[in-house]
């Protein structure tokens, strides 16, 4: 792959190699192989730790988070969002559920929010070892759904992270509890959510995972339907469903669109 000629903030991608003859592409070709950035290529650790020392610098009694100090991150990082309301009384309704799976992956790394300059919190890891690792950025706007977009640009900005390497998890209506399926691109289906990022980015082409909620049943307004807690009968998988939904996260990262549809897209 030529890099020659590439400038701070341009990228090259997988469909832009030249192959040896006889071979054939696996990784998605939208997949960003090279990108240019003029931020430091210091290690992820100089993310994680400001990050770990802010919550660890609060007193055991205060339970506000403490803000992430602007630190440098490596370049090719990933950022996912989950979108969703602030305040307890959001937490756990369907329409956080990808504040959920966010959750469950700060609760899997070991790792701490804190609050960003962007008005999002943050946490960040990496996925791998050695230098194939991937840096990852886990996010939660402190915005509500429908202004999410804003506060998820600035911090792209911020580390320098392309929208196609943006994942969004977000609640969707339209496939069946528990359901998972993954995707780049796409309209925003009437999600406020989807809206936001679409016109604060102004592309739609970022991977979205899509978390099935299901609709309601009856004539109960889908408005109300989504910000009410699952069900009883819903709550006995839903461990399983967020866990599910951390996976599919981490393959897309590691194995590419392709393998992840196919191992669990349903």
Not at 35 to 64: C, F, K, N, Y
Not at 186 to 207: I, Q, V
Not at 244 to 265: A, C, P, Y
Request: zero cysteines.
């Amino acid at each position: 792959l030529d890099i020659e000629g590439m400038t701070s903030g341009t990228s090259r991608y997988a469909s832009e190699v030249v192959l040896p003859a006889g071979t054939t592409l696996v990784s998605d070709p939208k997949m960003i192989v090279v990108h240019l950035s003029e931020r430091s290529t210091a290690a992820v650790e100089e993310v994680v730790a400001p990050v770990a020392a802010a919550d660890a610098a609060a007193p055991a009694a205060d339970a506000e988070k403490k803000d992430a100090e602007p630190v440098p991150f490596l370049i090719m990082t990933w950022l996912v969002v989950g979108l969703g309301n602030p305040g307890d009384q959001y937490a756990a309704t369907r329409h956080n559920v990808g504040q959920m799976v966010i959750d469950h992956l700060i609760k899997r790394h070991n790792v701490k929010l804190a609050n960003h300059k962007s008005r999002t919190q943050i946490a960040a890891y990496k996925l791998g070892v050695g230098v194939d690792a991937h840096p990852i950025i886990l996010a939660k706007s402190n915005s509500y759904m429908n202004e999410t977009g804003g506060p998820i640009k600035a911090l792209a900005n911020f580390y320098s992270v392309e929208p196609v390497k943006i994942i969004v998890l977000h609640d969707e209506l339209d496939i069946g509890y528990s359901v998972i399926r993954s995707k780049l691109g796409g309209g925003d289906n009437g999600h406020n959510g989807l809206k936001s990022m679409t016109s604060a980015f102004d592309t739609p082409d970022y991977y979205r995972i899509r978390l099935g909620i299901g609709r309601p049943m009856g004539q109960q307004d889908p408005a109300d339907f989504v910000l009410k807690q699952f069900s009883k009968e819903e709550k006995q998988t839903l461990e399983e469903f967020i866990e599910r939904g951390s996976d599919v996260v981490e393959s897309l990262i590691e194995k590419g669109l392709d393998f992840t549809q196919s191992k669990f897209n349903s």
